[in-house]
């Protein structure tokens, strides 16, 4: 397919931040773009065409798959970014929080490829992008359980990547940094909060407003994602932003011992 007609893309979460500026990427490159959210949305003015769905319902999910394939007949590319976040000590959220944060970042991203991948697979050809994060890579305090979701995301990746490879389909990880949206504002806080962590969860919403108030743009997120999805080679994961590159680096190639001390500075814990 040339630049100007790339292919049809479907990318979860697009009312707004990442997701949306990832739709809008897309499109200017070439390709036919539907977005999904949970409320309905009309299609935005530069063509991108909104659905409904909702990633923890199996009917949902279905559902807007089989939509698109009603109005396009085909998917070439799956954008996976639905997400929420969790911030607090992680024995501050019971088994249900957590099982409802899992849903949404782990399950309904399951969800989502395993609809897709019978299309691709008869198309003999397809790409899917989960989005992770630098928090899919280290220690993240005050953060564990939303990061955890991420960490099961780049190994379930991975995996599924040496599955499929020879079906003509390939999956792919992007690993934003601190991303300048809402994310941090529509956050989830513990449902059992415990007095002994009320000063550190303070310290820590205060540290995510100033680091996000300083991060990257969500273009800088969409435009990771536009060369995950075409590069003919891809790598398994992309860094979004030059902070994500530093922690990649970083994580990789120094000693866990130096990671550990400037994580803990970083976190402005003793």
């Known amino acids: 397919m040339s630049k100007t007609e790339r292919g049809i893309a479907l990318v979860t979460g697009a009312s707004s931040g990442i997701g949306l500026a990832t739709a809008q990427a897309l499109r200017r490159d070439g390709y036919r773009v539907f977005g999904t959210s949970r409320k309905p949305m009309p299609d935005t003015a530069d063509g991108i065409m909104m659905l409904i769905c909702d990633v923890i319902d199996?009917?949902?999910?279905?559902?807007?798959?089989?939509e698109v394939l009603s109005r396009a007949g085909r998917i070439d590319l799956l954008?996976?970014?639905a997400g929420i976040g969790l911030l607090g000590g992680a024995e501050e959220s019971t088994t249900e929080q957590v099982?409802?944060?899992?849903?949404?970042n782990v399950f309904g991203t399951i969800r989502m490829t395993n609809a897709v991948l019978p299309v691709m697979r008869r198309q003999r050809r397809g790409r899917?992008?989960?989005?992770?994060?630098?928090?899919?890579?280290?220690?993240?305090?005050?953060?564990?359980?939303?990061?955890?979701t991420k960490h099961a995301i780049e190994g379930y990746s991975e995996s599924l990547d040496h599955e499929v490879r020879t079906q003509g389909i390939r999956i792919?990880?992007?690993?934003p940094g601190v991303t300048r949206t809402s994310f941090e504002e529509n956050i989830t806080r513990p449902d059992r909060p415990l007095a002994v962590y009320d000063t550190a969860r303070t310290e820590a919403e205060k540290l995510m407003r100033e680091i996000v108030?300083?991060?990257d743009a969500p273009e800088?997120?969409?435009?990771?994602?536009?060369m995950a999805a075409n590069a003919a080679s891809p790598r398994r994961r992309y860094t979004a932003g030059k902070a994500a590159g530093q922690v990649h680096f970083m994580r990789r190639f120094l000693?866990?011992?130096?990671?550990?001390?400037?994580?803990?500075?970083?976190s402005r814990l003793p």
Not at 58 to 66: G, L
Not at 255 to 266: A, G, I, Q, T, Y
């Open 58 to 66: 199996d009917a949902s999910v279905q559902s807007v798959v089989d």
């Open 79 to 81: 954008v996976n970014n």
């Open 99 to 104: 099982k409802a944060v899992f849903d949404v």
């Open 128 to 148: 899917i992008v989960n989005l992770s994060s630098i928090l899919g890579l280290i220690p993240a305090p005050y953060n564990a359980l939303y990061a955890s």
């Open 172 to 175: 792919v990880l992007v690993e």
């Open 213 to 215: 108030a300083k991060g």
């Open 220 to 226: 800088v997120v969409a435009d990771a994602v536009v």
């Open 255 to 266: 000693p866990e011992s130096f990671v550990d001390k400037n994580l803990r500075k970083f």
